[in-house]
C-alpha cells in the first residue's frame, strides 16, 4: 500500500500488517563498478535523502525530500510535493508526476493519483489506469486491488480473477495468498483452492518459508503446511513484528525494536524506535527520528544523523 495507507496504521493494524509483512521483500539497487556489484540504501541527512552503499558510502547526495529502495533497477523518489523515479546513478527517469509511488515489482510499479491507484511500466506510462481506492504491488502476476469497496485480484491486462473471491485479500507468495472469508484467514492457491484453511484472526504472507498468524489470543509463524513453528512467544499487546528476513525478524518490546531468530530468541536487544526487516546484509533502524542501518551484529554502517 502507499502513503495515505500508513497513515491509518494505527487505525487499521491490517494495513499495517500489509506493509510490513505482507509487503515483497526490497532490493536495493546494484550498480556495476570495476567488476563488482554496488548496492544502494536510502538514507536521510540534514532532513534530505539520498542513498549509500554498504560501508556506507554516501552514493546519490541526499537531495530528495523522501526516497525509497531500489527495485528493478528504479527507486521512487520525492521531488518538491511528487513522486518521480531515479536510476541507480541518481538521475532522473521517469519526471515528478504522481502523489505517491512504489517499487517496480514484475516489471510495473504501484502509483496515486488523486487517491486512486495504478500501474506504470519503466518508461513511465500506465499500463493499468488509476482507478483503485486502494491496491498492492504485482506478485507471482496477480495484484490485489480495492474498487468499489470490494477486493478482488487482478492480472496485468486488468482481468478480474473470478475464482479469488474473498472478503479481504492480500498479495500471493510462495504460491499462496493470505485471504479471510467470513472473519477468519487461510490461505488459497492461484486457482482459489485452500492450501491453509481459514482458521486465523488474520495472516501475514510467506517469506524464506515462515507467515506470521494471530490464533485466538496469540501470534506466531506458521509453515506452509499451516503448522506452527514458533508459537504463543508475542502477545497481543505486541503485536508489532515484521515477516523474517535473512534469517531474523525485526520485533517490539517495551516500546523498543530488536531483532529475533528463528526460535524466537532475541539476537539484537531491542533498542530502536522502529525496525526494518534485514536486506543484503543491512537493516534500516531509526533513533530519536533520525535513520541510520545497522549490520546482522547490531553494529552501525551509517549512524543515525
Known sequence: MLSHSRRRVVAHLFIFLTLFVFSPILLPAQVPEAGKIIELFPIKQKAKWGYIDAQGTIRITPQFENARSFSQGLAPVQIETQWGFIDAKGSLVIEPQFDDADYFTEGLALVRICERHG??????????NPVFEEASPFAEGLAAVKRRGEWFFIDKKMQRNKQLAFDMISGFAAGMAPVR????WGYVDAKGKWTIKPRFR????????????????????????????????FPVASEKIS???????????DDHWGYIDTEGTFVIEPKFDWAEPFNKGLAMVQVDGKVGYINREGAWIWAPQ
Not at 515477516?243 to 518490546?253: D, K, T
Open 181 to 184: 472469508q467470513e472473519r477468519l
Open 119 to 128: 500501474y506504470i511500466d519503466q518508461q513511465g506510462r500506465f499500463v493499468i
Open 243 to 253: 515477516r523474517f528476513s535473512e534469517g531474523l525478524a525485526a520485533m517490539r518490546r
Open 202 to 233: 488474520y495472516a501475514g504472507r510467506f517469506h524464506e518459508g515462515f507467515a506470521l498468524v494471530r490464533e485466538k489470543r496469540t501470534f506466531g509463524f506458521i509453515d506452509n503446511r499451516g503448522r506452527f513453528v514458533i508459537k504463543d512467544t
